[in-house]
Each structure stands twice: as structure tokens, then as C-alpha cells.
């Protein structure tokens, strides 16, 4: 994938675009989506596969320049990993 230079401005426009709810996207040429729940103590984002049964990681934090994401695997060992703003293309919605 390549990479290309993005403004400040281009950079805050993704982030907040990722912070949607069913936001879809590619990126190392696979398919992801954005799930986004509510509890009491604040909104939680997730990024999952765009299958049915698509494997998924928790939002850690959304950066200036890209997501960090977590999960625990069935021994509590933690996982991490980031998506690059500059490396996300969004897929355009048909309407």
C-alpha cells in the first residue's frame, strides 16, 4: 500500500470519520468496520473484519496519527496493534 503526506487537517477529518459507528474501511487489503457502543462510563469503539463472524480488536485510543488497538487472547496475554491514517482508504457508500 502506499503511503502518501496528509495535513493536520486531512488527519483530524479521518480520525473523526473513524470514530462513526459502521464506518467502513480498507487497509492492509483487507476490509474493517467501526462498531461503536455506549455505556455508563463512555462510548466504546472496536474495528472488526467486515465478515459475519469477523475478528475483531478494542480501540485503545484514537492518536493524532493513528488507532491503537488491543485484545486478550484466551491466556490474558495482550495484543497490540495500529492502523495508520495514512494507510486507510474508506469504502464509498452507495446510496
Same mark, same amino acid.
Given at each position: 500500500?502506499?503511503?502518501?503526506?496528509?495535513s493536520?487537517?486531512q #488527519?483530524?477529518?479521518?480520525?473523526?470519520?473513524?470514530?462513526?459507528?459502521?464506518?467502513?474501511?480498507?487497509?492492509?487489503?483487507?476490509q474493517?468496520?467501526?462498531?461503536?457502543?455506549t455505556?455508563?462510563?463512555?462510548?466504546?469503539?472496536?474495528?472488526?473484519?467486515?465478515?459475519?463472524?469477523?475478528?475483531?480488536?478494542?480501540?485503545?485510543?484514537?492518536?493524532?496519527?493513528?488507532?491503537? #488497538?488491543?485484545?486478550?487472547?484466551?491466556?490474558?496475554?495482550?495484543?497490540v496493534?495500529?492502523?495508520?491514517?495514512d494507510?486507510?482508504?474508506?469504502?464509498?457508500?452507495?446510496?
Amino acid at each position: 500500500m502506499k503511503e502518501r503526506k496528509l495535513s493536520k487537517n486531512q #488527519l483530524a477529518e479521518i480520525r473523526a470519520r473513524l470514530m462513526q459507528d459502521g464506518t467502513v474501511f480498507n487497509s492492509f487489503g483487507e476490509q474493517w468496520k467501526v462498531s461503536k457502543s455506549t455505556s455508563s462510563v463512555g462510548d466504546i469503539h472496536a474495528i472488526y473484519h467486515n465478515d459475519m463472524f469477523g475478528k475483531g480488536m478494542n480501540v485503545s485510543k484514537f492518536g493524532p496519527t493513528c488507532v491503537t #488497538l488491543y485484545t486478550y487472547d484466551m491466556l490474558g496475554n495482550k495484543t497490540v496493534g495500529k492502523f495508520r491514517y495514512d494507510l486507510i482508504e474508506f469504502v464509498k457508500e452507495e446510496a
